[in-house]
């Protein structure tokens, strides 16, 4: 079976270059369409793979600049063939689920978000942007959110990676979307004799929605240990926000292995965003260790109260502090077990995600096969 999986962009390696990772777990021979493609920050990942790109990557400076070219994503998408496919897989957050194809080959779609900067955060990304950028956002959005629309009604199966990804899908798209859980690499994480030492992580790409500043405040005002372990744009405003404070650690973008060492050690995760689904709570999980998250959003889905974590309810340093105090109260209670912890971080198994997600593309199949 010749198969296409479609990935927005290769610019960076996180949560969502990982997923494709494990489509390609279960179909080794795909090939990969994307927007833009950095190679040397892929680092070898997807190397055995060909991958095309769009008329993008012509573009001088390409893989830096994609971001202010929104209004011309949709027709690169479309502009890619899949005749000659049996299947084509999406992996998207922004325009790759846009694409053609030809009635007779399924299109699965995993939706890791609609369009944020479309839809709901749309208002939230204007107020940050510069009067030009704010510009265009007003002239071009409109056509932008119907395109997202219309190319959202001709996938044959959506996927949601968790329940609150789904109600966004029903509420900007008007369609049902299986939900399936993305899997934990407990390869790579998994827990360790090492004692819990008294300090917090936040582990994530340092930009504005991941809310580092949340955890960079709370723990500067009750003066706690924080290791921040990831790099992005906030980097600079965050090290201002730290000042002087000995008890903020920056390490930057950090090996696996680092990684998984303060994982292994830390109190407990700092995770602030309003995320989608999250790979990294389920991660430290793994590693047995407790998360103190915004409640809201797909931390929801994969974090038990009071068992394996518990969650603060607004999305400002003093709720974030207060719930830091009150895990405190309850880890000198020893509420949070490292053996139940790790357990449910498992329960998220890659067996679980590939038989629902096969499952998934023979439905998508079968619809195929009523257009013929």
Request: aromatic share 14%.
């Amino acid at each position: 079976m010749k198969v296409a999986v479609v990935h927005d962009w290769l610019v960076n390696y996180g949560g969502a270059e990982l997923f494709v990772e494990y489509l390609l777990k279960l179909y080794p021979d795909a090939d990969i369409y994307t927007l833009v493609y950095d190679k040397k920050k892929m680092k070898g990942h997807f190397d055995s793979n060909r991958i095309f790109t769009s008329y993008f990557q012509k573009i001088p400076f390409a893989p830096k600049i994609y971001t202010k070219l929104l209004k011309f994503m949709p027709g690169a998408f479309e502009s890619f063939d899949f005749s000659g496919y049996d299947l084509v897989i999406s992996s998207s957050s922004s325009c790759a689920k846009g694409i053609i194809t030809p009635p007779s080959v399924p299109h699965v779609a995993f939706i890791h978000s609609p369009m944020r900067y479309a839809w709901d955060l749309f208002f939230d990304y204007r107020k940050r942007s510069g009067w030009l950028t704010r510009f265009f956002m007003n002239r071009w959005m409109g056509q932008i959110r119907l395109w997202d629309y219309v190319s959202s009604q001709r996938i044959d199966v959506l996927i949601a990676n968790s329940a609150y990804i789904a109600r966004r899908i029903q509420k900007f798209w008007n369609r049902e979307a299986r939900v399936i859980y993305l899997p934990t690499d407990v390869s790579r994480f998994s827990p360790s004799e090492k004692p819990r030492e008294d300090f917090y992580v936040a582990f994530s790409r340092l930009v504005p929605y991941k809310r580092i500043d949340l955890a960079v405040s709370a723990c500067k005002k009750l003066g706690k240990k924080l290791v921040i372990i990831g790099g992005g744009s906030e980097e600079k405003k965050l090290r201002e926000l730290a000042g002087n404070d000995r008890n903020i650690t920056f390490t930057g973008r950090a090996s696996d292995e680092t990684v998984l060492d303060y994982l292994q050690r830390c109190r407990a995760l700092l995770f602030c965003a309003e995320e989608d689904f999250g790979f990294v709570p389920l991660e430290a999980q793994a590693c047995g260790a407790p998360v103190i998250a915004f409640g809201k959003g797909g931390a929801c889905e994969t974090v038990i109260q009071e068992k394996t974590g518990i969650f603060f309810p607004e999305q400002t340093s003093e709720s974030l502090a207060d719930a830091i105090c009150r895990f405190e109260e309850l880890d000198k209670k020893e509420t949070f077990k490292k053996e139940e912890i790790v357990s449910h971080a498992r329960s998220f198994t890659f067996e679980r995600f590939k038989e629902d997600f096969l499952a998934a593309v023979d439905a998508a199949a079968e619809r195929a096969k009523t257009k013929i």
